[in-house]
């Protein structure tokens, strides 16, 4: 979550450059609320992978649907911030690419954890 929440503001944060804005102080608090908001929704949404009996697919789905539309509440309509139609839908698919690349870096990292610790029990097993 705090991962999260500090990649969104760094993001917020550059692409202000990008976004005409009237407001003098960018991220005041209520964007900063709104997006501290939407951290905590995600790790709520977390909890979908503790439920017993549900297929793996159908949780990382159903993770997906409702982060995505944590993210939109939070970060599209709270804060205010993308009101053109353009910039809600660069803002989803932002979101949904970087989900897609987040999952695809987790599932790497679990795969080569996993096939280190397999080694290892082999190794383990011969040598004794």
């Known amino acids: 979550m705090g991962l ?3 990649g969104i503001v760094y993001a ?3 692409t202000r450059t990008f976004i005409e804005s009237k407001k003098e102080n960018f991220l005041g608090t209520n ?3 709104c997006i501290l908001l939407f951290a905590f929704l ?3 949404c977390s909890l979908i992978r ?3 009996k549900v297929p793996g697919g159908l949780k990382r789905l159903i993770h997906f649907v409702l982060s995505s539309l944590a993210f939109f509440l939070c970060i599209i309509v709270l804060t205010d911030l ?3 139609p353009i910039f809600i839908f660069f803002g989803l698919l932002l979101y949904t ?3 897609l690349v987040v999952c695809g870096v987790k599932a790497l990292i679990n795969h080569i954890i996993a096939r280190a ?3 290892s029990r082999e190794d383990s097993m011969f040598e004794n």
């Open 82 to 84: 993308m009101q053109t």
């Open 12 to 14: 917020l944060t550059f």
């Open 97 to 99: 690419v970087s989900y």
């Open 42 to 44: 995600l790790g709520l």
């Open 50 to 52: 503790y439920i017993p």
């Open 4 to 6: 999260t929440f500090t």
């Open 117 to 119: 610790a397999s080694r």
């Open 31 to 33: 964007q900063l609320s």
